[in-house]
Nanobody, 122 residues
Framework: QVHLVESGGGLVQAGASLRLSCAAS????????MGWFRQAPGKEREFVAA????????YYADSVKGRFTISRDNAKNTVYLQMDNLKSEDTAVYYC???????????????WGQGTHVTVSS
């Protein structure tokens, strides 16, 4: 079992930046993939970004490409999501997830955090 705890959410204005953090209870170096997902009110959970175990491969949803950056610090067992130039449509609950194999860009992950709220006012 892997416990994931997200932090860093909040209320910001459009154009601002936020950095989300996800602390894992196990070594993130042993997780094949770490990902970020989001779920807006009334919508399904969607993929945002994912990163491979060593950080060499990253994947992004088209809607955030060029604005969001995923990274991981395996020494701290933490994954980050740097979000720049935030838009109102980025408003959602953001979830961190971990997977034992592969680097999927779907919601097919093994472990999930509880989520952190991000609200972007226009």
């Amino acid at each position: 079992q892997v416990h994931l705890v997200e932090s860093g959410g909040g209320l910001v204005q459009a154009g601002a930046s936020l950095r989300l953090s996800c602390a894992a209870s196990r070594r993130t170096s042993r997780m094949s993939a770490m990902g970020w997902f989001r779920q807006a009110p009334g919508k399904e959970r969607e993929f945002v970004a994912a990163i491979s175990s060593g950080g060499g491969r990253t994947y992004y949803a088209d809607s955030v490409k060029g604005r969001f950056t995923i990274s991981r610090d395996n020494a701290k067992n933490t994954v980050y999501l740097q979000m720049d130039n935030l838009k109102s449509e980025d408003t959602a609950v953001y979830y961190c997830a971990a997977r034992n194999s592969g680097v999927p860009v779907t919601t097919d992950y093994d472990y999930w955090g509880q989520g952190t709220h991000v609200t972007v006012s226009s």
